[in-house]
């Protein structure tokens, strides 16, 4: 896969929520483009609708109209069996609140990904050390989530995410947990991950430091996108 | 996949400590239970044999039809041709006959006036013939608890208790009154040579053991028996084998008419045991049933309590692509690693204690002082080849049925929700 080559496109991408009688339109006619390479942020209020496109991206929930192809597969027309294996091969997570698995070790929380994948097991030691590597802690592979602070617990769930070394990392508020120090460490390794794996990483955020590490801003206001600007 | 399983298995005490104990627990109650039905079982099937109907028993067929009331009028005649014969033809068997009879005990005084007098329950068996089995069959050196054993006619035996109500000694003399073949009075004097227990209250309530030539002559029996009885030479019933033999033996005097032609019924069919032994495999599998649906019941819970434990877990890995029915298969693996391994120490604590009680057993005899079955009164498990994996069908059975169901919440877990529920 060539850098500037189109991962994800959204066209004409609708989703609305029953709510009762009346209906929320969470996006409206959304049209996007990521290709690989970006470091991309969904900002705007809450409710603006980032996560639920972050959601449709990540193929865990379908558009009501309108279309997303990811890694050229069209979201809205796949069995909950292939949207898992699309999010397993190619798609990472970050969330906001870590969600490490709490009996497992820092190694053994980056190793599951590559179970899923089946990877052989010399495969996954280099791999996982690798990752945790990147993310300075391979000294606490073998430290489990409650020994770890929060800023730490957060790099082991971003060594997570990149050890099957996935097109598309979606990270949903990955600072609103962490202070001022562990944020911009924890956006600098993104940073670098992205510069130098290529990895494709959109962000669903309103926190300013994640703002100002992003090349690209898309601002969306009642499920539209109202502004969409490369940052130099 | 599976070693990641185990340490979280091993690690989280929640999900593994308290499913395996209730496993065990049950494990061991469905062992245990299922090893003192299999020695109640064989306490019953031995007594019964040994002391009323052997693994088969040989009647006119008229004495069988009221056999409960001791019909000696109806009594088989000509016992040592016939014994002569079952040997021959069936000689995996050990043959034996006996006189059961009835009738009151007369103590004497000095001057030979009744001092005395009480009801008897009375077996005669082949005491004097240096070949027969029943001095093994009732252990008589064992149920000996005072004198001794008879060595010559006209010497017999008293249950312990009776003379102890009699107040009688060893030596003393007693006369039996009963009836004779053809229902005449009989009467006959025995020395009373030692007092016996077998443990089994109704024997031991009014028992008198006799040699079968006395009771023949006092009751004028000659060559007559009520009963003939065959054992397997290993004292083991096989109910199969015992009812093909019987069936050969019967079919020979299909058609003889004559209500004195020899009947042999099998043990199982004698006096409803086989309805009585039916309910005890009935009640037995019912036994394990219970166990599998309750502790399926509080697996269940155990496994809803454990996926609302695991809520975030659960959600993590399905954002993170692990499919449902991946994920599911990995819920069953691990109740089936707790399950088998509940199993394993719920049977060795069920084996532990039913081997125990096997070499020790239980003394009911005071809740027996009123009973008329031949049961033994020092109950005793009996662990069997099967007893090895009987609690592995409730543990591990139980187990995956209450993930099975608790673990469908999987399915019900909507994808497009969890990034909000992993916020929170």
């Known amino acids: 896969m060539r850098k500037g080559e189109i991962l994800i496109e959204t066209k004409d991408l609708v989703k609305i929520y029953p709510m009762g009688r009346h209906e929320l339109v969470a996006l409206n006619r959304v049209n996007l483009i990521f290709r690989k390479g970006e470091f991309a942020g969904l900002v705007g209020p809450s409710g603006s609708g980032k996560t639920t496109l972050l959601n449709i991206i990540g193929s865990l929930d379908l558009p009501t109209s309108g279309s997303a192809v990811v890694m050229e597969r069209r979201v809205e027309e796949l069995s909950h069996k292939e949207a898992a294996r699309l999010r397993n091969e190619h798609i990472g997570f970050i969330f906001q609140t870590f969600n490490l698995l709490p009996y497992y070790t820092a190694y053994e929380n980056v190793e599951f990904p590559l179970l899923l994948l089946k990877v052989s097991a010399s495969e996954r030691r280099r791999r996982v050390m690798e990752a945790l590597d990147w993310v300075r802690l391979a000294d606490r592979a073998s430290s489990r989530p409650a020994q770890l602070s929060g800023g730490e617990c957060q790099r082991v769930a971003i060594a997570r995410a990149i050890v099957k070394q996935p097109a598309i990392i979606l990270a949903d508020e990955p600072t609103a947990n962490l202070d001022a120090e562990n944020s911009h460490n924890i956006l600098q390794i993104m940073a670098e991950l992205n510069h130098e794996l290529g990895t494709t990483f959109i962000f669903a955020t309103h926190d300013e430091k994640v703002i100002s590490y992003l090349k690209r801003k898309i601002t969306l206001f009642d499920g539209r996108v109202v502004k969409d600007e490369i940052i130099s | ?424």
């Not at chain 2, 599976?2 to 308290?18: A, E, N, T």
């Not at chain 2, 002391?51 to 028993?57: I, L």
């Not at chain 2, 009154?177 to 007092?195: E, H, K, P, Y």
């Not at chain 2, 227990?197 to 024997?203: D, K």
């Open chain 2, 1 to 424: 996949m599976i070693g990641f399983l185990l340490k979280g298995i091993i690690r989280d005490r929640s999900r593994s400590l308290f499913p395996f104990l209730t496993v065990s627990l049950g494990v061991m109650l469905t062992v245990f239970l299922y090893c003192y039905i299999n020695g109640l079982e064989t306490n019953f099937i031995d007594s019964t044999a040994r002391y009323a109907s052997g693994h088969v028993k040989i009647m006119t067929r008229s004495y069988a039809a009221e056999a409960d009331q001791i019909p000696n009028d109806l009594a088989y005649i000509g016992v040592n041709s016939l014994l002569e014969e079952l040997s021959h033809q069936y000689p995996e068997l050990i043959w034996t006959p006996r006189i059961r009879f009835a009738g009151l005990l007369d103590v004497p005084d000095e001057v030979g006036e009744t001092k005395i007098q009480g009801p008897i329950s009375g077996i005669a068996l082949d005491l004097f013939n240096p070949e027969s089995p029943e001095y093994s069959i009732f252990d008589l050196k064992r149920a000996l608890v005072a004198g001794r054993l008879p060595e010559k006619m006209g010497e017999a035996l008293l249950s312990a208790d009776l003379a102890q109500t009699m107040d009688l000694k060893p030596g003393d003399k007693v006369t039996l009154i009963s009836s004779t073949m053809d229902g005449s009075l009989a009467v006959a004097n025995f020395t009373i040579t030692g007092f016996i227990r077998f443990g089994i209250t109704a024997l031991d309530r009014g028992a008198m053991i006799a040699d079968l030539r006395d009771i023949q002559q006092a009751l004028d029996m000659e060559d007559a028996a009520g009963e003939i009885l065959g054992f397997y030479k290993n004292f083991v019933y096989r109910d199969k084998e015992a009812t093909l033999l019987a069936q050969n033996f019967n079919d020979r005097y299909k058609d003889d008419k004559d209500e004195f032609a020899p009947l042999m019924l099998t043990l199982k069919k004698q006096s409803g045991l086989a309805e009585l032994l039916g309910m005890m495999n009935l009640f037995s599998s019912v036994l394990v049933l219970i166990f599998v649906v309750a502790m399926a019941i509080v697996l269940w819970n155990a496994g809803l309590m454990g996926s609302l434990r695991r809520y975030g877990e659960i959600g993590v890995r399905l954002a993170m692509g692990e499919d449902k029915g991946h994920l599911y298969r990995s819920l069953l693996i691990e109740s089936a690693i707790i399950g088998f391994l509940g199993s394993l120490a719920g049977t060795a604590l069920g084996l532990a204690v039913s081997y125990y009680l096997q070499a020790h057993g239980i003394d009911i005899s005071s809740l027996m002082k009123s009973s008329s079955l031949l049961v033994v009164e020092v109950l005793r498990t009996k662990v069997t080849a099967f007893s090895y994996f009987i609690g592995f069908i409730p543990g591990v059975g139980a187990s995956l049925l209450g993930t099975a169901i608790s673990g469908l919440g999987v399915y019900r877990r909507q994808t497009s929700v969890l990034m909000k529920e992993l916020e929170g």
